[in-house]
């Protein structure tokens, strides 16, 4: 008898050890957290911010020094960009620091850098961590140095006849660029970086940098000093029955936030497998009234008064579709001269859910070519275009980058963005129908074939059908196929589950990105 009441209080005891644990897990879930860029380098260096108790905006400053560093050629401290902030328990908000014209009347392509004035802001008013341990793994990367990847030696041969191979001997040894799985150190750039991390922005802008970008440029010193990173107030509307919010202008939220919204009002997706002439002319003609309507209305809004909330209001967006032209295209002026593929974009979610979206440029592959004190600088005045889009002192230039986050209630949120220039919105359109009205999980929605439009031709990354062709033909298509994998951008995404607080996610093959997560 005694025997049996010591087993049946063992077993007790283990069944309320076992639903003790159980309880826990329900109410005290472990929380995920995770990164995905377009760099396995920057990648690891976001994961080991969250790791060591940093913020997603944290790593995401980790993450744009880094790129910068094992991407030299897409983004950094001579360039720009923008951050989309959507905390867990708190408003949304965008930070611009996109490059401005500088006060010359010749004709030269760098910008007044903003990146370096825009980590300080976002590091000022939203990070946690010391700039010194954000902006270290970068000043690693550059001083002890990192294996080459193939896409930066196919870039380095790619861009050889724009860059001065003599002045760049890490890059070019022997007057060769240098292979894949060799090393490499950038010691001007690890030396830059650590003024910045010691001395902060001012020694970029008012410092010996800036003395130096002064003295190989049309940049003037009151430029530099004059340069302010912006916060702006993103753009947010409803989307089948979520949030979506992104980047207001200058940068281009809008048109992509039409083109999902034309797309719905269009049910183009019910016709994507069983009338694909018709969905891809329907999405071109999408493409064209909505880039139409961003070259009317969108640029700086220091300069040109805008009401961008109300372009992508319902009405006006259905307006928008009286414009589309059922039976056949045209040739049209789609965009200005604008960078494509050039860019780079990263996400961010923390185990607290907190996301950033972040698109870094500069301009095109390399900006201008020209490199001071280790970094290339931009070439973003080239994106300056006519109309309300001109140059002036001061003034952005409007972009095609579009860094967002969409909110399903409280049960789930998505943070994506790509490069790609002024394909930007059309790549973003084809992965967020793929998920939304295709079921596809994002790393399927992410990964499928894409086309592009540019006026009355269609470029298709998969050979497409001869009777699709055919039809494509008669609507006014000029076809072609590419499988160029660049051509297409490059997508970053994540996707926080708010109640298992899981996360999803992918990092486009086409840039031989790398997502990763973990548990706190």
């Known amino acids: 008898m005694m025997k049996r009441r010591k087993l049946l209080f063992v077993a007790i005891i283990i069944f309320s050890l076992i639903i003790s644990v159980v309880a826990y897990q329900f109410l005290f879930p472990k929380k995920e957290y995770a990164v995905s860029t377009s760099d396995p380098y920057a990648t690891k260096v976001g994961m080991n911010v969250l790791k060591n108790g940093g913020t997603a905006v944290d790593a995401a400053i980790a993450i744009s020094y880094a790129l910068g560093v094992v991407e030299p050629y897409g983004s950094g401290v001579g360039g720009g960009g923008g951050m989309l902030i959507d905390p867990a328990d708190g408003d949304s908000t965008f930070i611009d620091y996109r490059e401005v014209a500088p006060n010359s009347d010749k004709d030269e392509q760098e910008g007044v850098p903003g990146f370096v004035a825009g980590m300080e802001y976002i590091h000022q008013n939203y990070a946690t961590k010391s700039m010194s341990e954000l902006i270290n793994p970068a000043i690693s990367y550059a001083k002890d140095g990192f294996k080459v990847d193939q896409d930066l030696h196919d870039r380095l041969i790619s861009y050889q006849k724009n860059l001065d191979e003599d002045e760049l001997e890490q890059f070019y040894p022997n007057e060769e660029a240098i292979e894949a799985g060799e ?39 009151k430029d530099l000093r004059d340069y302010e990173a912006v916060e702006r107030k993103p753009l947010e509307t409803n989307y089948k029955g979520n949030r979506i919010i992104s980047a207001p202008p200058p940068f281009s939220g809008v048109t992509l936030i039409q083109m999902l919204k034309l797309a719905d009002e269009e049910q183009i997706w019910e016709l994507k497998n069983e009338k694909t002439s018709l969905f891809n002319h329907y999405l071109g003609e999408i493409s064209k009234v909505s880039y139409q309507d961003r070259l009317d209305k969108v640029a700086d809004p220091s300069f ?89 002192e001061g003034k952005r230039p409007r972009t095609f980058t579009a860094p967002t986050i969409i909110r399903g209630e409280d049960e ?54 001869n009777d699709v062709k055919d039809r494509l033909k008669t609507y006014g298509y000029d076809v072609k196929q590419t499988d160029n994998p660049m051509f297409y951008g490059g997508v970053q995404a994540l996707i926080q589950d708010r109640n298992e607080y899981t996360i999803s996610g992918s990092a486009d093959k086409r840039r031989h990105g790398l997502w990763d997560k973990s548990t706190e």
């Open 412 to 465: 789930w949120v998505m943070g994506i963005g790509t490069p790609g220039g002024n394909r930007i919105p059309q790549v973003l359109t084809q992965v967020l129908g793929n998920y939304f009205d295709s079921g596809q999980s994002i790393d399927k929605a992410v990964q499928s074939s894409r086309v592009i439009f540019d006026s009355d031709k269609l470029y298709s990354e998969k050979e497409l059908e």
């Open 183 to 221: 090393v490499l150190k950038q010691k001007d750039l690890a030396k830059t970086l650590t003024t910045i991390k010691e001395e902060g922005a001012s020694a970029f802008y008012r410092g010996d940098i800036g003395d130096e970008i002064a003295d190989g440029t049309e940049i003037s010193k």
């Open 304 to 392: 040109i008064k805008q009401a961008p909330e109300d372009w992508i209001d319902d009405r006006y967006v259905h307006l928008l579709g009286n414009k589309i032209n059922e039976t056949r295209t045209k040739k049209t002026k789609v965009s200005d001269v604008e960078e494509h593929e050039s860019t780079t974009h990263f996400v961010v979610i923390d185990k607290e859910g907190t996301v950033v979206s972040t698109t870094n440029t500069l301009s095109n592959f390399f900006g201008s070519g020209k490199n001071i004190e280790g970094f290339f600088l931009n070439n973003t005045l080239g994106t300056f275009g006519e109309g309300i889009n001109k140059i002036e």
